[in-house]
């Protein structure tokens, strides 16, 4: 697994993540990446405002650098993966 940072963005770029991947350690398994550029890590839970969260693209891979994988993720697509274990399928929003 390498560590440097491979994203087109930078690092510190925000994107959006939700409170159980921060505080409850959900697995994140629905990453999409909009058509305004703005990145989504989300756990397969059901999500409303408040579960919102913003950080930097950098604190994701802190959080799973697992991540890495999806930086090829193109405008307007999302990628969602049944389990921690499992391939991503990656679609067009
Ligand atoms: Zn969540």
New binding site residues.
Partial sequence: MKNEFSFADSPDTACIT????LNEN?PILYVSHDEDGCWQF????Q?SEA?ARVVSLADILKIDNSMAVLTELDFGEYAEAESETSDWIVRRI
């Fill in positions: 939700c409170c159980h991947v959900s989300l756990c397969s839970g999500h579960d």
